[in-house]
């Protein structure tokens, strides 16, 4: 089983209408502060329907405890009854967020990468890194962080996986050195500006996820020849696109839908000098097949 | 533990406004038929929070499986992890429903209870009554249901626990016989008539907790002396009251909530010849309390 394919099989059928995604459920904690959220739903006439339960408690990292935790359920789509609790512990919507960013990649990344750029040094900035490596044979990596110690474990720990990581505390060096940017942290004022941009640049958003984040300057997204959404009602809602049509710089008739552009079964990019942002909010969809495909491995 | 004091805390919990409940999350299915309803809140200041997933798939009867079926998840509120996965497949809500009708009893029934009168031949026509030992020692019972078999069964049922059972299947005999009245149907028109009631007769309705279901004539509350919600908010959008206010027969001003008066720690009925109505449509504090007690149980 192809992960890579399930996943791209979800975003079509997201943007084919056939996924029912009601509104995120939400609990809000004060003390300690932290947030569970419930996402749930199912493809419509497919064997089941996935209920995923995801807390961020930020005040555990002072117990020894990782802020993260949650689980995703699994029941029959024809009786209603349980088949599985995978108490994943938030890893598998790592993994179907650093396969979504591979997916992007695929149809949007320029054609010789000459270095990835990484902002943020956490999970994600290691994981897409991997992920990305069916897509470009390129393991040169220009990584910006915001502390210098960070960045230090982040660059042994990537070197031990065969990568070359120079470091940066400065944005501008990651957009000059590098054609391909993956932004991954949790930022709420933009970190790289429209003005710093090369041409050829393609940047995954995959750190905003809700109305506070931000991690690009919108102005990226008005400079820029394509703007591709995982979810267009979402991201007009939160992410990078929610604040490029806010302020006015796009309009949403101009952003395209990944899962029509996986359905095309083309690149998207026509020009190895355009610039092209993916804006990846995470969908419903994708913990649905991610849930899936293990249930099937573990069945099979 | 005694769990009706467990319940009766949770009420005054929720009437106090220290019960955080967001709306109740919902996925319908088309084929074949069935829904899913994710119910979640906590008690602020308390140790966890409660996810409960209940799904009810009206063919599975045809495959020889119950409709009904679930689950419900305790997590810490000081961490987000998850504590418990309580498979109950349903029986905790059925417990935390009969446990609400014995204390709605406890403070609206009339002194002697001349004989028990259930609407319903399922699992709360019976539990209901088992759980009312603790309230009266009335062992008759008066039981109107629609079909001869289900009627038959039940009074078999009943008869080995100990009770004198007579069945109907007109409502009027079921009014002149009994001066404590249950609910159990998931009827959507009324059942028992504002003309048929004697006075000094409380009814708790414990079926109807959609829009769409009604087990009691509006005019029954309007005629009631006093009316008593488990949430007047939830009330308001489903169950008797609902109905009660929207056709104009009772203010909402006039409906207590069963907190308030658990507080206050008296029997609400003033005199044996009132009228009382305790409309149940199912709170979340309710399955906070007893997914709460099972943990503790197993933990102590």
Request: charge should be negative.
């Amino acid at each position: 089983m192809d992960l890579t394919s399930v996943m791209e099989a979800g975003f079509v059928a997201y943007s084919d209408g056939k996924v029912v995604v009601p509104p995120v459920g939400e609990l809000l904690f004060e003390e300690p502060p932290g947030d569970t959220h419930i996402k749930y739903g199912y493809i419509r006439d497919d064997r089941v329907f996935v209920i995923k339960i995801a807390s961020g408690f930020y005040g555990n990292a002072a117990l020894g405890l990782p802020s993260s935790s949650g689980l995703m359920l699994v029941f029959s789509q024809k009786t209603g009854f349980l088949e599985s609790v995978l108490l994943d512990e938030g890893y598998l919507t790592n993994v179907r967020t650093a396969l979504a960013g591979r997916i992007a990649a695929r149809y949007l990344a320029p054609k010789e990468v000459k270095a990835i750029g990484v902002f943020g040094t956490g999970t994600m900035a290691r994981m897409q890194v991997t992920y990305l490596s069916t897509e470009t044979d390129c393991q040169n990596i220009v990584a910006w962080g915001r502390s210098d110690d960070s960045l230090r474990r982040y660059c042994d720990d990537m070197a031990a996986l065969g990568y070359h990581v120079t470091t940066t505390r400065d944005a501008r060096e990651v957009a000059e050195a590098c054609n391909l940017i993956i932004m991954t942290t949790p930022s709420t004022k933009p970190l790289l500006m429209a003005s710093q941009l090369q041409p050829g640049t393609h940047i995954t958003a995959m750190g905003s996820d809700t109305p506070e984040k931000q991690e690009l300057d919108s102005l990226i997204l008005a400079r820029a020849d394509i703007v591709v959404a995982d979810s267009l009602e979402q991201c007009l809602s939160r992410g990078e696109i929610f604040h490029a049509v806010r302020a006015g710089h796009i309009a949403a008739a101009q952003v395209r839908e990944l899962g029509g552009q996986i359905r095309a079964g083309t690149r998207v990019r026509t020009s190895q000098d355009q610039i092209t942002v993916a804006d990846l909010t995470g969908v419903a969809v994708q913990d649905i097949q991610i849930a899936k495909a293990v249930c099937e491995r573990l069945s099979s």
